[in-house]
């Protein structure tokens, strides 16, 4: 494919003079990162860092029967949202329990609902949102809001950093909680984020986002690329969506049975064959013992059976190797197992997750 | 600089450098880190083995991704860079002065058989097209 055939985001410009290392990420031209990765990873846990998660979809539920609408199609309940623009991570299943799709859902009003998808999926959530629409028959429009663009802001410094570039947006983002956003002046800005630190996710315009991206740059905040994203997301523990799941398996066999509310009667896509369905295997974090790096699809043996890794990396806030793992139900924290890497079984542990939050590192990092 | 003159290269991105002792030093590129990233762990070859030209003999780890080392000519390998251990972004930062391993070649003719620094500079312009 070549880059004349990639997608680009409002802000590829900013990228590209940046000196950003741009790939295919999704069909989307992206910058990987604006010289190390390591470095911007660094900042963001220490200071602010942006990126442009422009590539994702924002697609709005309206209508009368929106509500009702999404409690069928999501494995989260949405009834939970009382407060306005409260968030839920939510996963989206087919019939048979697997993953479609990972998400986070806005109420914004009672008729309103705001969903954000990953970009690898977005055509095939949009697709299968249209079809159970259809067949539900339900009062529900659905609306791509693909004239939007969206900055991730993270970072301990991310949130005063957001109020120096937009001082009026102050008072009606002040108040916010974690994982609640707001409409201010045609934006929606959001306490989210990708990263396990603290900062605004921020939904606008084009050209409202370029000038923003611009306004932070000038503050110092760091642009950051999909390298930082990925190390950062697997220190905090967070699913990738096409590694760590996929339709194959069920939210329950990767570390998301708490984003699956089954405690009303309430039916949803998938729930039936849920609760069909004995998960056989969990998501585990591994920190490697020995020297190396741990990647994806690398096996993984424990005292109870064979696993592999899912998502695999180098962690720059531990300086070590971690990853997750699809193992065995009966694998604890503490176990120690082994990861083959090229031809050689390396010696690992397994460790509660999220490895890194705010900061700081959770794991004990000795090796026994 | 990203092509001294004073080296010569191999079409698998290694650099090498003939010392007065008869040995030869080795790295990789600028090129080669650059396409890596930030360099997380390096594997050494084994002190004592001796390597084909061509063999792999070690290995890169970027954030990334991992990337064989292959040695540029035949020989044994006299010596390691130990501070590669704990700072392999050295080589990012410079990579013609971290160098990964010594050798000492068995066959000297094969250094004939190595690019020198415009044919490497002509290979890396022609690979980016």
């Not at chain 1, 947006?169 to 909680?177: F, I, M, P, Q």
């Not at chain 1, 390298?227 to 066999?253: F, H, I, K």
């Not at chain 2, 063999?55 to 006299?78: L, M, N």
């Amino acid at each position: 494919m070549s880059s004349a055939d990639l997608k680009r985001t409002p802000l590829f410009e900013e990228h590209r003079r940046a000196n950003a290392r741009l790939v295919d990420f999704a069909g989307w031209e992206m910058p990987l990162h604006y010289g190390s990765q390591i470095d911007e990873h660094h900042h963001v846990r220490r200071d602010a860092g942006m990126f442009d998660v422009s590539h994702m979809l924002v697609i709005d539920v309206e209508g009368a029967a929106a509500r009702e609408f999404l409690r069928r199609v999501l494995a989260n309940d949405v009834a939970r949202l009382t407060v306005p623009g409260k968030a839920l991570y939510a996963c989206l299943l087919n019939e048979a329990g697997g993953v479609l799709d990972d998400l986070i859902v806005y109420v914004l009003s009672p008729q309103c609902f705001r969903l954000v998808v990953n970009a690898a999926t977005a055509e095939k959530d949009l697709a299968w949102l249209i079809s159970l629409r259809d067949r539900l028959a339900d009062a529900v429009e659905l609306r791509p809001r693909r004239e939007w663009a969206m900055i991730a802001i993270q970072g301990p410094e991310a949130r005063a950093r957001f109020w120096r570039a937009r001082e009026t947006a102050r008072v009606a983002t002040d108040g916010l909680n974690a994982f609640q956003g707001v409409e201010v002046a045609g934006q929606f800005i959001a306490r989210t984020g990708y990263t396990g630190e603290d900062g605004f996710e921020v939904m606008s315009p084009a050209d409202e986002a370029v000038a923003l991206w611009r306004d932070l740059r000038a503050l110092g905040v760091a642009p950051c690329g999909l390298g930082a994203r990925d190390t950062l997301r697997l220190e905090a523990g967070m699913n990738l969506y096409g590694q760590d799941m996929d339709e194959s398996v069920t939210p329950l066999e990767s570390g998301l049975g708490w984003t699956v509310d089954l405690s009303s009667q309430r039916d949803f896509v998938g729930r039936q064959a849920l609760l069909n369905r004995q998960p056989l295997k969990r998501l585990a974090g591994l920190l490697l013992v020995d020297k190396g790096v741990l990647r994806s699809h690398q096996l993984v043996r424990t005292a109870h059976g064979e696993g592999s890794t899912t998502s695999g990396g180098f962690s720059p806030t531990l300086d070590r190797s971690i990853a997750l793992a699809r193992v065995p139900l009966s694998v604890a924290a503490g176990d120690a197992i082994e990861v083959q890497i090229r031809d050689k079984w390396l010696a690992a542990k397994v460790v509660k997750y999220p490895f890194v939050r705010m900061g700081k590192s959770l794991v004990d990092i000795s090796p026994s | 600089m990203q092509f001294p003159a004073e080296l010569r290269y191999t079409d698998t991105h290694e650099w090498l450098r003939q010392e007065g002792d008869g040995t030869v030093t080795v790295g990789i590129t600028w090129h080669a880190q650059e396409r890596l990233g930030d360099l997380v762990y390096v594997e050494n070859p084994p002190r004592g083995k001796a390597f084909r030209k061509g063999e792999e003999c070690g290995v890169v780890e970027s954030v990334k991704a991992a990337s064989d080392i292959y040695a540029p000519i035949s020989g044994e390998v006299v010596a390691v860079n130990e501070e590669l251990t704990s700072n392999p972004e050295k080589i990012n930062q410079e990579p013609y002065r971290a160098w990964i391993f010594k050798l000492r070649p068995s066959d000297p003719g094969e250094l004939q058989t190595l690019l020198d620094a415009a044919a490497y500079q002509k290979l890396i312009e022609a690979e980016s097209h």
